[in-house]
């Protein structure tokens, strides 16, 4: 007992249990207290809680190292930006148009007065990022998100060239998207377009911490299941982490509409011209994302590569980085275990 008690893996274990529990319960029962917002005149709406919402919560050989403008001049390189900017544009349309079916149908100017399913549109946003994994996963990695192409730079898994691209691309797409979502809802009146807000009795603060561990989840899943060292991944890696997805909305929709993904909100934001609070979903993901690699890189997971090694990736870019038989651990991002 003595020898195990010296051991770093059984206090890297420790650790694991005691951050993966701080995880668990600020989601589980931040999603079950989210139904009271928004708050009106220091009431809460009076909403009847949704009981299934609460409850189902080696290094590589060596090789020559590629420069940035070696990079910049592969088909293959502009192939993976083409497939994050179509894919965001499949992802924002389908998760966002999911949200925004509540309202129909119109009756004489109005809308019926449904309410929103948190379910259904949670599920839409994580099966949607599940299905385009699988389907450009192999092409490009499959980031749809600022954060996790922030996580897996600072994760030293991408150059900083593949980073700025993937993210000016995801931001295009989710303009574009969100411009054809607004034409098809045109008749709905006050359309919001999927605009994140701090929901009454929420300040800026308080969403801030939802974007943060919202995202921190999602990223440090992301990591988890695409780290090439691990033996132990059963099942779909995409599916484990379109339900880190849905499970990041579970818990943020009530209070801030969940960004957890920067271009996903600003695309709505560029649409409406509304651009109030809207720091907070970018500086809320990047933050997550940043804690995230901390967490796993450093406390759970070393990497026994050298961290100066590691760096080069930024300016060198991927060691065979199309090839999804690589042993390098830091040769590919792929939305699926090994």
């Not at 420790?14 to 009271?36: P, R």
């Not at 590629?66 to 544009?89: D, G, H, N, Q, Y």
């Not at 695409?226 to 499970?247: C, E, K, M, Q, Y």
């Not at 933050?287 to 590691?310: C, E, H, K, M, N």
Request: glycine share 8%; aromatic share 8%.
């Amino acid at each position: 007992m003595a020898s195990e008690f010296k051991k770093k893996l059984f206090w890297r274990a420790v650790v694991a249990e005691f951050l993966a529990m701080i995880l668990f319960i600020f989601i589980s029962i931040g999603s079950a207290l989210g139904f009271h917002y928004p708050i009106k005149s220091n009431q809460t709406t009076g909403a009847v809680q949704d009981n299934v919402k609460a409850s189902t919560r080696q290094r590589s050989q060596a090789k020559p190292p590629a420069s940035m403008a070696s990079e910049f001049k592969k088909k293959l390189f502009w192939r993976a930006v083409v497939a994050e900017f179509l894919a965001m544009i499949l992802f924002i349309f389908i998760s966002i148009g999911s949200a925004l079916g509540f309202h129909y149908p119109i009756k004489s100017n109005q809308t019926t007065g449904a309410v929103q399913d948190n379910v259904k549109v949670s599920l839409a946003f994580g099966l949607s990022i599940a299905t385009l994994a699988q389907s450009v996963g192999h092409i490009s990695g499959a980031h749809l998100n600022p954060a996790v192409t922030l996580g897996l730079l600072l994760s030293c898994q991408i150059s900083v060239l593949r980073a700025i691209m993937y993210i000016i691309a995801q931001c295009v797409g989710a303009i574009v998207a969100t411009a054809i979502l607004s034409g098809i809802t045109s008749s709905l009146p006050d359309n919001s377009l999927g605009l994140n807000a701090l929901a009454p009795g929420v300040n800026s603060g308080q969403g801030l911490g939802i974007e943060i561990i919202g995202t921190l989840q999602l990223v440090l899943c992301v990591l988890a299941t695409t780290d090439r060292r691990r033996r132990d991944l059963g099942g779909s890696g995409p599916l484990a982490i379109g339900f880190s997805v849905a499970l990041g909305h579970l818990l943020a929709i009530d209070y801030t509409g969940c960004g957890i993904n920067p271009a996903r909100s600003f695309g709505s934001s560029v649409i409406t011209h509304n651009f109030q609070d809207h720091w907070i979903f970018w500086v809320g993901p990047f933050i997550g994302a940043a804690l995230a690699v901390l967490i796993y890189d450093f406390i759970l997971a070393p990497r026994s590569s050298d961290l100066t090694d590691r760096v080069k990736v930024w300016t060198s870019g991927q060691v065979e980085e199309y090839d999804l038989d690589a042993d390098d651990i830091n040769s590919r991002v792929e939305m699926k275990p090994k």
